[in-house]
């Protein structure tokens, strides 16, 4: 039975795409949870830095092209992707000329400290490049593919970490995790050569025009994501500023956790199911595109809730295990967390609506109000409740997110005369 579960799961492109991604988000939650184990909470702290410094970094030297570019490809005969994507290159080379310099300020100002300069550098080039290439390998139709690389880009390195970690008290240190991290990254982008050697590359030259309108399309959703993703940037931040390293630990550990939810529903549901939307939308197959996001709506609403309760009575189990009892103590902190990282990836399904028809324009007011609604919570709260001031912000964020998209959507869909009904 085990032999013939595992041939389905090899013959069933999503099934295994489901497959690896699971593996990934495992080790990945592993990671972390060995880190609570074997380092001071205040390191866990600063390892949850270090991952969103880098995470939000990779948005200013991509520039969110994607959002214009994955669209416009998908519209476009294979033949020509070669010389665009050759023009993107060029364009990103410029990005990491400009925006490299201006990170060293995070080092100058003291946000993070200097040892970390050079592996930040290495990890911002190495996995913007792999993320960037994996989009490409969705695009092409092959997510199966693209999780691999995220596999050797989070996976790998950090399951053979762990082991080392383990076993030698000589690697328990962020000094020795920062090489593996980069290795990993690096050999990710090794792997996407693979892919890209199946482009055509003839007749390359630099297309200013094609750059000149992605740029005008994506700047405005750059804005958008810059200040949804800052939400969860900013938020480690205030709440060192509020509640101290070692706490940080704790609140990084249990974000570390959560987001577990967000990268499974990426990898097990919108990966598949967005492009489908935009490729039955720009062919004007109305059933198509119900169809989708119907299934998006069902798969998101299902595994968002098996997810957010399932996670809310493990992690308490686990954290009791865990040698530092600091974890255990703040439990509630982390189905807070939880539920709020629930709400941001309902608020996925009007999202995807408005943007596989290209309407743009609210998600960017819902992206800005809700950045302008967690700050404000933050000053409000930390004043009276310092350690559930970023949580409750977070939750108070992403429902505001949520039902500025969903009133958008239905709207949108009403004047293009689509049933806005998702069932």
Sequence with gaps: MAFVTGISVFSNPKLLNVAIRA????????LIFILAIYLPPSEVGLY??????????LYFVGFDFY???????????????????????????????LMLPVSLLLFVFGLLPWWLAGWVMLLIVSEHLA?????????MGRPVFASLMVFF??????????VCLVYSESYRSLAVLMPFWAAGSVLSVLMGGLLLRSINWRNLGVEWAWLKKGVL???????ATLALRGIMTVDRFAFEALNGPDLLGVYSLFMGMAGAVLAFMDAGVFAFLYPRMITAHNSEDRSGFLSARATLKKHTLV?????VLGGSVAGPVLFSFLPNAIYFDHWPMF???????????VGMIPHYGLYAVSRDKPIIAAHLIGLLVFVLLVLVLGQTSPEWAVILAFGGASLAIGIIKQVSCARVFRAMGITHTLS
């Excluded at 993320?131 to 695009?139: F, G």
């Excluded at 595994?303 to 997810?307: A, D, K, R």
């Design 48 to 57: 949850g830095l270090i991952v969103v410094t880098v995470s939000y970094a």
């Design 153 to 162: 880009r989070q996976g790998i390195w950090a399951l053979l970490f762990m």
């Design 23 to 30: 593996v990934t988000l495992a080790i990945r939650f592993g």
């Design 67 to 97: 959002t214009f570019s994955t669209r416009d490809l998908l519209n476009r005969p294979a033949d020509q992707w070669g010389r665009l994507l050759f023009s993107q290159g060029v364009f990103f080379s410029g990005l990491y000329a």
């Design 335 to 345: 189905v807070g967390v939880l539920v709020s990282m629930g709400l941001f990836v």
């Design 303 to 307: 595994w968002s809730m098996v997810l």
């Design 131 to 139: 993320q960037e290439v994996s989009r490409l390998a969705i695009a």
């Design 217 to 223: 399309v994506a700047l405005p959703l750059l804005i």
